[in-house]
């Protein structure tokens, strides 16, 4: 990704791009959001490849069920999870 304090002329940040990925790819954002969302990935290739293997990713993992997940696997995603959510 390009430098995470790095400002582009009515975008959003490297970082902020990072932190709103999730919004943007559930349309929870207002217009102009999205359009400073879009303005940065328009200009930062780093990012636009971050959010388009997010948007991959999500498809992907949309096609498991529970059952398909091997029991080793599923506890280190909740362990996972768990540790980043109390960070």
């Known amino acids: 990704m390009a430098e995470p304090t790095r400002e582009f002329e009515h975008g959003y940040t490297c970082k902020e ?3 709103l990925a999730a919004e ?3 349309g929870a954002m207002t217009t102009s ?5 879009e ?16 948007r991959a990713t999500a498809a992907l ?3 498991l069920s529970e059952e398909q ?3 080793g696997t599923k506890t280190k995603l909740l362990a996972a999870f768990r540790d980043w959510s109390s960070e």
């Open 17 to 19: 791009v990072v932190d």
């Open 24 to 26: 943007y790819l559930e």
């Open 33 to 37: 959001q999205m359009t400073r969302f």
């Open 39 to 54: 303005m940065h990935l328009n200009f930062c290739d780093g990012c636009f490849t971050f959010v388009d293997q997010i």
């Open 61 to 63: 993992s949309g096609r």
């Open 69 to 71: 997940i091997p029991a």
